[in-house]
């Protein structure tokens, strides 16, 4: 069998033409269009409430098994699980519950191996949730380590999830990845400069990856929420206020909620006509 990177090259090598190919060799191939996930295994971080645990309903409610991860909080996580398992149509599919610690690589290879044990395959979708924001707005307030921790969580780990996922999504010719970015990534934010930078990137990543593998059959797109309630970040609309997101500010007049996202992030893995986009979910607020 090939290995990724072999098949990465195979991939790339179909993007141009050789001058000595003939117009009638270098006519497009028919690629085939698969935009089920029933079936498929999806890995989404920080599954334990909030955008993440949204996110797992929705795909379980649309076929998929679910390996979800939790760092610190594994009670509302554990009722996930027992929830969806005891929805009809359950049967057959399987969920896997993992500590892992995004911001360290270690636990991200941990997190790969037992996906392998546990399910006997790598995800077939890649929903990158976990994240950290600490709100910190002036630049004089926010320390080295404390930069160096967010662009850590929020941008290194979304790099090394996606190298430990490509492997059997090459392989499969078929992949879903999903990041969860932030309106922050354009500057408006209620954190600093250390959260939005680190959003900026994520986003860079996933329009990078999208125009290099686009013959790959993996798709690589973000979902920008901005003042979503009911999470760890934001609890309710009263957090907001005074703030840039003040849902005053909003001009649909509320907050978003973590199902909105999840509305998104599953049409993102039903549509392989789509990838290097980034959704902005901030109810007209720019």
Not at 107 to 135: F, S
Not at 191 to 216: E, F, I, P, R, T
Request: proline share 3%; hydrophobic share 35%; with cysteine.
């Amino acid at each position: 069998m090939s290995s990724a990177k072999e098949r990465l090259q195979d991939i790339n090598s179909t993007i141009a033409p050789t001058p000595t190919e003939s117009a009638s060799s270098t006519a497009p191939m028919s690629v085939p269009i698969d935009n089920e996930i029933k079936g498929k295994l999806a890995l989404v971080t920080g599954a334990s409430g909030g955008i993440g645990a949204a996110c797992a309903r929705d795909l379980w409610a649309n076929g998929a098994s679910l390996a979800l991860t939790y760092n610190t909080n594994k009670e509302p996580l554990d009722q996930l699980v027992s929830e969806l398992e005891q929805q009809s149509g359950s049967e057959g599919r399987r969920i896997s519950k993992h500590k892992c610690d995004v911001g360290y690589e270690a636990e991200l290879n941990k997190l790969y191996a037992e996906l392998t044990q546990q399910h006997g395959q790598g995800a077939d979708i890649l929903v990158v949730n976990a994240g950290y924001g600490k709100r910190v707005s002036s630049i004089l307030d926010i320390s080295i380590e404390e930069w160096d921790y967010t662009v850590n969580v929020n941008l290194r780990s979304s790099f090394v999830l996606t190298k430990l996922a490509m492997p059997h999504m090459l392989a499969k010719e078929w992949g879903r990845v999903v990041y969860i970015s932030s309106i922050a990534a354009g500057g408006t934010s209620i954190n600093g400069c250390h959260y939005s930078a680190s959003k900026a990137g994520v986003q860079g990543l996933s329009k990078n990856l999208a125009a290099k593998m686009g013959k790959s059959g993996i798709t690589f797109n973000d979902v920008a929420p901005a003042m979503i309630t009911e999470t760890g970040m934001i609890k309710d609309e009263e957090a907001l206020k005074g703030t840039p997101g003040d849902v005053k500010n909003i001009p649909v007049g509320r907050s978003g909620r973590p199902q909105e996202c999840a509305n998104a992030v599953t049409m993102l893995c039903r549509t392989g006509y789509m990838t290097g986009q980034s959704l902005l979910l901030s109810g007209g607020l720019k």
